[in-house]
C-alpha cells in the first residue's frame, strides 16, 4: 500500500475541511525530537492528486499536547493554512 504522503505512518487524521467544491483531508505528524527531549508536528492537507504541508509549527514536550495545540485552531485558520502553502504533487 501507498502512503498518501511521506511522514503518513507518524500523522492522525484530524478531519476534513470543505469549502464548496474543494475539500481538504487534514492529518497532523508528529514526530520525537530527541535533541530536544520534544515533540513537534505539522500539517499535512490532503486532496486527490494534492498534497499541501506546512514546517514544523508545532513544538511540545508530549504528542497529546500537540493534539491539544491543533484543537485551538479553527475551521478559518486552517484554511489560512491551506492558501498559504505550496502545493507538492502526490504520486
Known amino acids: 500500500m501507498?502512503?498518501?504522503f511521506p511522514g503518513a505512518e507518524r500523522a492522525k487524521h484530524m478531519g476534513e475541511l470543505k469549502r464548496g467544491d474543494q475539500h481538504w483531508d487534514v492529518y497532523l505528524e508528529s514526530q520525537p525530537d530527541p535533541g530536544l527531549g520534544a515533540v513537534r508536528g505539522r500539517l499535512h492537507?490532503?486532496?486527490p492528486n494534492r498534497h499541501k504541508m506546512t514546517g514544523w509549527v508545532f513544538l511540545e514536550w508530549q504528542e497529546r499536547d500537540?493534539?491539544?495545540r491543533f484543537g485551538e485552531f479553527s475551521a478559518v485558520e486552517?484554511?489560512?493554512?491551506?492558501?498559504s502553502?505550496?502545493?507538492e504533487q502526490v504520486s
Open 66 to 68: 500537540i493534539h491539544e
Open 85 to 87: 502553502l505550496e502545493e
Open 78 to 83: 486552517l484554511w489560512h493554512f491551506v492558501s
Open 2 to 4: 501507498t502512503l498518501p
Open 45 to 47: 492537507f490532503v486532496a
